[in-house]
């Protein structure tokens, strides 16, 4: 055999290993085809909304792969839903692709209550959409602030920035409504506690200001009011009027004033 092939001419060499590459390229080329199932392509199905299990079992059958890659809180959907997958419903793909799923997770994550204080209604709206939190009630409280935040309330509670709330939480926004039309006398605080001082103001509409304590309280539930801006009168005896929406400041210390019988209204 050996003999027989070396004694043929150089150019029958190189053609019998042109012959025998070429051979070799097609056989693996058809196997690659194979291999690969070259030529067949597949419709991906919509999963969305589906159980991670249910849409998995569906997608195997359509012969795709499934891995999971990634968890969301969506509080719109059901807990362990599919809320999207890649490639997307409809695209069209080789067979054996793998379809990568995101899920809605089971449990709310923990997030730390944000500050709206201040902001404009518009302003909280947009910033509660992005912390994942829900709008559930607005509620006007007379202050010249018109739709500003003033308070932000969970379950009917004040809840201060950083307290720790699941995502999803409804909260509710207590906003300013502007000025009153109506003036009215301006109530006399001088003598009554910091607790009732407060009662007396919100049930007139109107705000604290600045309030300042003596350096002997200790203790606000037993501080008494000595002085206010403005006060009820002026000190040529004319009633000082004021609207819903306005705010007082308030003075308190521990000993309890009385006004003489007298009284001007001067600020003592």
């Known amino acids: ?152 309330l969970y379950n009917d509670a004040s809840i201060k920035p950083g307290s720790k709330i699941s995502m999803g939480s409804k909260i509710t926004l207590v906003l300013g409504s502007g000025l009153g039309q109506d003036e009215f006398a301006v109530p006399d605080l001088v003598g009554l506690t910091y607790e009732q001082a407060r009662a007396l103001l919100e049930g007139n509409g109107l705000a604290i200001g600045a309030t300042i304590f003596d350096r002997d309280v200790v203790d606000s539930a037993n501080s008494y009011v000595y002085l206010q801006r403005p006060d009820k009168m002026t000190v040529d005896n004319r009633v000082i009027r004021i609207r819903q929406g306005q705010s007082i400041d308030i003075f308190l210390g521990v000993k309890k004033p009385e006004r003489p019988a007298d009284s001007t209204g001067a600020n003592y």
């Open 1 to 152: 055999m050996f003999k027989f092939i070396s004694g043929k001419p150089l150019w029958v060499h190189i053609l019998v290993s042109l012959v025998l590459v070429f051979l070799v390229l097609f056989l693996f080329l058809n196997y690659l085809d194979v291999l690969t199932q070259h030529g067949k392509i597949l419709t991906v199905p919509s999963v969305n909304g589906k159980d991670l299990a249910e849409a998995t079992k569906l997608l195997e059958e359509r012969g795709f792969d499934v891995e999971l890659q990634d968890s969301v809180y969506v509080d719109t959907a059901r807990a362990n839903s599919v809320v999207r997958q890649f490639p997307d419903a409809d695209a069209v793909v080789k067979v054996n692709r793998t379809v990568y799923l995101t899920i809605n997770r089971n449990v709310p994550p923990v997030i730390e209550m944000p500050n709206f204080m201040s902001m404009t209604f518009r302003s909280a709206e947009v910033a509660l959409k992005q912390y994942g939190l829900q709008l559930e009630d607005t509620v006007y409280r007379h202050d010249f602030a018109k739709n500003a935040v003033l308070d932000q």
